[in-house]
């Protein structure tokens, strides 16, 4: 089991207030510390599209890097991957949209030319031995469009990692799939030829769903989930999108069922409470608000 965190980008890309610098560093850190081994650190994506990832290259730069722990970044377009490698990047991700309308709000593009501009990046960071993950978002339904066919989802997935990224993982963006769809979704990309080791799954819960989601996909396979710590998350160009499933939520029901992570969920819930004082708000994760009486 990997668990994908995405609490630094996914989390503080959707924050009002831009979270300072250093905050950023301890808060990657913490993260490390507490055992997780795949962080996503930020984007780099256009400053005026999400200030709050802006600092991308400076946090890149002053991050102490822990040996064995993988810091991927978002990356759109060459523009964004030429300031990644000079952050001396070793994983990548472009996202794809399966959906026009979020493709035309989120990278203002249509769902056919956003191939266009990810393929030289995928190819280029290849060529610099770079690790591509790709995404592709609005897997279950789009805020402008309702429900999306699985079919179509595969077919933009497919294309996606035939650009040669090694993993894709399914966005549930505004976070309103449940099992049944996670089941579907699932058929569909076996269909398409894709089987759950070139998976990851990335739920958000605004529904309440993303454990459950998540276990329909360990059990059909899955090996790579995307949680972020807290709960923390949502997409500031999908205002229906809150947070992904909080990776304290994740690491206890792993526990629970004997699946070894590597992962202390006290260290982290204590990280999710240090930040949720810095952001203002209470953690939405039910184990943290259970760990905070007792850490
Ligand atoms: P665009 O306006 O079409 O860009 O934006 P362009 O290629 O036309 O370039 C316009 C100007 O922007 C040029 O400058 C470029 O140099 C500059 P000018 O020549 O006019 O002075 N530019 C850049 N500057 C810095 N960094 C860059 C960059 N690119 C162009 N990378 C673009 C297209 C893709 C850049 C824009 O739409 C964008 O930044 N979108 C990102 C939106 C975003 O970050 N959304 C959130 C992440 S996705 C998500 O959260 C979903 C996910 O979690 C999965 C799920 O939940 O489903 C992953
Ligand atoms: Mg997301």
Not at 269 to 289: C, D, E, K
């Amino acid at each position: 089991m990997t668990i994908y965190e995405v609490g630094p980008r996914d989390g503080l890309q959707n924050e009002s207030a831009v979270v300072p610098v250093e905050v950023k560093r301890e808060f990657v850190a913490r993260l490390a510390e507490a055992g997780l081994t795949t962080i996503e650190t930020t984007s780099f994506v256009h400053p005026k599209w999400v200030p709050q990832l802006a600092d991308a290259g400076e946090l890149l730069e002053s991050l102490p890097r822990v040996p064995g722990v993988r810091y991927p970044v978002l990356v759109p377009n060459e523009k964004g991957l030429d300031r990644a490698l000079e952050g001396n990047v070793t994983d990548i991700a472009i996202f794809g949209s399966a959906t026009e309308s979020f493709a035309r709000r989120n990278l203002n593009r249509t769902v056919e030319s956003q191939f266009e501009m990810f393929a030289p990046v995928v190819e280029r960071a290849l060529a610099h031995s770079l690790r591509v993950r790709a995404y592709v978002s609005m897997c279950f339904a789009d805020p402008w469009e309702g429900p999306v066919a699985p079919a179509q989802v595969a077919r933009v997935g497919r294309r996606l990692l035939d650009l040669g990224c090694h993993e894709l993982s399914l966005g549930d963006t505004i976070g309103v799939g449940t099992p049944r769809h996670v089941e579907d979704l699932l058929d569909a990309f076996a269909e398409a030829g894709v089987g759950p080791e070139r998976l990851a799954v990335h739920f958000h819960d605004t529904y309440g769903q993303a454990l459950a989601n998540t276990l329909t996909a360990l059990r059909r396979g899955i090996t790579v989930v995307d949680s972020s710590a807290g709960g923390i998350g949502g997409c500031p160009y999908a205002k229906s999108a809150t947070g992904n499933l909080a990776t304290e939520d994740l690491v206890w029901m792993l526990d629970g069922l004997g699946v070894e992570t590597g992962v202390d969920v006290r260290s982290l819930a204590a990280t999710s409470l240090w930040l949720a004082g810095i952001l203002g708000r209470p953690s939405p994760s039910r184990v943290v608000q259970a760990l905070a009486k007792e850490i």
